[in-house]
């Protein structure tokens, strides 16, 4: 069986750094010093559907200098994890299933971004056998790769053909859409026969920094 995990959600809380280097560098700065008096925002609640609508930029050439040049490192480098324990979950994983294709999927990452999403994961001591990068506009083309795919992206659901599955991994950005499989932890899930079960619970919490909702 042949199963992709997206990296940012499932395994790495991107969106809490990027936020973070976003007011640092264009917020959190002396105004009437700067020569730059465009108005820098942050437009909540924060979904991971588009950055672009969150954090606002004067073009998209300086969002993309901004996250694939400037910051890199530390956006996709330097980025928490997604909850506790996730490497070590992760690992048992790839471990107790050695006949199944495990693949850590990176979406839409460019210029500097892979290196440090390789870094990423070294740093917090992730264990993949497989790690590939694709782009969102080659999703159709990535699902004929894969029988299940574990994310927290509404794109790549969207994207869905009808003969493969989909698990939707839950964080604090993406509440605005739903899946009847979902899961907040890897541990959430066995794999068997062919097949991941989702595993049942009494209640189900949410995963958000800092605790649980």
């Known amino acids: 069986m042949n199963i992709y995990i997206s990296i940012d959600g499932v395994l790495r809380n991107f969106i809490n750094r990027f936020h973070y280097h976003y007011e640092n560098a264009y917020i959190d700065v002396d105004v009437d010093a700067s020569e730059d008096k465009f108005d820098y925002k942050v437009v909540e609640p924060i979904t991971n559907q588009d950055l672009s609508n969150h954090f606002i930029f004067q073009s ?3 969002k993309d200098y901004f996250q ?3 910051y890199p490192m530390e956006l996709y480098g330097h980025s928490p994890v997604s909850y506790i324990n996730v490497y070590n979950e992760f690992n048992k994983l790839v471990y107790d299933h050695k006949d199944d294709n495990v693949t850590l999927v990176g979406l839409d990452e460019f210029g500097k971004a892979r290196p440090a999403t390789l870094f990423f994961l070294s740093r917090s001591g992730f264990m993949p056998n497989n790690i590939k ?13 894969t029988d299940i795919w574990i994310s927290d992206s509404k794109l790549i659901l969207d994207s869905k053909p009808d003969n493969k599955e989909f698990i939707l991994f839950e964080t604090p ?3 605005f859409f739903t899946y009847e499989k979902k899961i907040n932890k890897l541990s959430d899930i066995t794999i068997g026969n062919g097949e991941i079960l989702i595993n049942p619970k009494e209640e189900q919490k949410l995963i958000v920094d800092g605790g649980i909702l």
């Open 68 to 70: 694939y040049i400037e």
């Open 60 to 62: 998209k050439e300086q």
């Open 133 to 145: 990068f694709v782009s969102s506009k080659n999703l159709d083309k990535e699902w004929e790769s």
């Open 173 to 175: 950005y993406n509440q």
